[in-house]
């Protein structure tokens, strides 16, 4: 079991499901990202720059696209709560996974063009 895997089994079944969910949508988007634990959450960099993070909350989900991810959606995740490069998806409503998917494939070109 590697740090993903376990970070992801401290959480109940029911959120272990959803974080793995987004997990999958980030390995199927971006398939040469590399996976690694970073700031104490599950992080992906592509062309060596960070691409997405993600962590499991007690109330929610959160994703972190940087900055220009979210600026990029900000009409999208206008119904979540934000701060600066991070969205709060609340775990009692359902995650948008087809936006996550979105806004992955949105990071991995942008990394693509600044290589």
Same mark, same amino acid.
């Given at each position: 079991m590697?740090e993903v895997d376990q970070?992801?089994?401290?959480?109940?079944e029911?959120?272990?499901?959803?974080?793995q969910k987004v997990?999958? %949508?980030?390995?199927?988007?971006? +398939?040469k990202?590399? #996976?690694?634990?970073a700031?104490?959450m599950p992080? /992906? =960099?592509?062309?060596?720059?960070?691409?997405?993070?993600f962590?499991?909350?007690?109330?929610? %989900?959160?994703?972190?696209?940087? +900055?220009?991810g979210h #600026?990029?959606?900000q009409k999208?995740?206008?119904? /979540? =709560?934000?701060?600066k490069?991070s969205v709060?998806?609340?775990?009692?409503?359902?995650?948008p996974?087809e936006?996550?998917e979105?806004?992955?494939?949105f990071?991995?070109?942008?990394?693509?063009?600044?290589k």
């Open positions: 590697n970070y992801i089994s401290r959480f109940p029911e959120v272990q499901q959803q974080l997990r999958t %949508i980030i390995k199927k988007m971006a +398939p990202a590399t #996976e690694q634990m700031y104490g992080g /992906y =960099k592509t062309n060596g720059k960070p691409l997405v993070y962590a499991g909350h007690r109330n929610h %989900i959160g994703f972190y696209a940087t +900055p220009s #600026e990029a959606f999208e995740l206008s119904k /979540y =709560k934000q701060g490069g709060q998806f609340p775990l009692d409503q359902p995650i996974f936006l996550i979105k806004i992955v494939r990071r991995v070109e942008e990394n693509a063009d600044r």
